[in-house]
């Protein structure tokens, strides 16, 4: 890896810890911030949005992603990145495994493969989207 994407990941998870700061979680206490990036260089954030209905609660990464469509982007998903709070010794998070499926639906449209960026306090944990969800349901096994 060189220089110039260790900077573009610095950048990334620095854009998730901004979004991170606008989350709504009065129950948990458990801020999230999601940013992701697509090919021309644009960068998508979201935040946890919770309810008192927990159930209807929304992930930073489903956030990010809705934004992202309903701006009208569609292809290009090159790297994600997810910070949760961070306090001394926090490991790093990774996406659930109902956002790793949003996001897989998102990089399937556009034929990519993205690196997520599971930061931690102390470590940031770089995996490929397809070995977070491997064998992942997307738009191919519908046959349209």
Known sequence: MGSGAAMSDDALI???REA????????SNYAVGAALRFADGSIVTGTNV????????LCAETVAV???MGDG???????????????????PITPCGRCRQVLNELAALGGTDPIVLCVGADEVRRVLLSELLPHAFGPDHLGA
């Open 73 to 91: 982007i569609r292809g290009g998903l090159q790297a994600v990145a997810v910070v949760g709070p961070e306090g001394q010794g926090t490991p």
């Open 14 to 16: 620095s854009a998730a």
């Open 66 to 68: 809705a934004k992202a």
């Open 20 to 27: 991170a700061l606008q989350s709504y979680s009065p129950y």
């Open 50 to 57: 919770e309810n008192a209905s927990y159930g209807l609660a």
